[in-house]
């Protein structure tokens, strides 16, 4: 590995690391159980959360917490889901996770097996919460993942949310263009949501929450 390579994949793991830590802290010491939990990796990091749940906090005063790490894959999530989230003993979850493992290369397969244990391990900690698995999104010009991935991706969630009881948020179709890609009114990257796409994605998980 080169050193810009390394020096960028060692800045990654101390941000990640340092992030992880915080959420540990924020919730042993601020944060309180049973409330929403948004988790994931950067597309929920990135999340206008706060305005855009905005109402809803005031109507059922629920609070909503985010739990997104830039960056971050299933086993990623896995390793932190207790210290990040379980611990928090949620109402509700909304998981979105996935793209990134496909970009690195990860089987569909693998990432599926992942996401059970995900689902598998919420609901043995935390019997009463409701769950929520998105459908990864679709991508846009991007070299490092294909929307025919995603979407071979999003058979296995759907059918995973189905063996297990778990609510699956379709907002892929929501999100294409007519060409079956991220559409750019929604994305400013072709992989992350602006905030007109926040919108759409918000609005589809209040149904759920």
């Known amino acids: 590995m080169n050193s810009r390579k390394y020096e960028r994949k060692s800045r990654y793991c101390r941000d990640r690391r340092n992030k992880a830590d915080n ?5 042993k010491h601020y944060c309180q159980k049973g409330q929403i939990v948004l988790a994931g990796d950067s597309i929920t990091d990135m999340y ?15 609070k909503v917490y985010n739990r997104g790490i830039g960056g971050d894959c299933t086993n990623r999530l896995l390793e932190r889901l207790e210290s990040n989230v379980l611990c928090l003993e949620p109402e509700k979850i ?6 990134n493992d496909l970009a690195f290369g990860a089987s569909k397969e693998y990432v599926a097996e992942n996401i059970r244990e995900i689902i598998e391990r919420t609901k043995h900690r935390c019997p009463g919460c409701k769950i929520a698995f998105q ?23 759907k059918e995973i ?36 796409g926040y919108e759409i994605i918000t609005k589809a998980i209040l149904e759920f929450i």
């Open 23 to 27: 959420y540990t802290h924020l919730n």
């Open 48 to 62: 206008y959360h706060y305005e855009l749940f905005e109402e809803y906090r005031s109507e059922s005063g629920k």
């Open 94 to 99: 909304v998981y979105l996770i996935g793209t």
């Open 135 to 157: 459908s990864v999104y679709p991508v846009n010009r991007l070299r490092d993942r294909k929307n025919r991935d995603m979407l071979a991706l999003n058979v296995l969630i």
């Open 161 to 196: 949310c189905r063996e297990t009881d778990t609510v699956y948020i379709d907002l892929y179709d929501a999100l294409c263009d007519s060409e079956g890609n991220f559409d750019m009114k929604y994305t400013y990257d072709g992989l992350h949501p602006n905030v007109h």
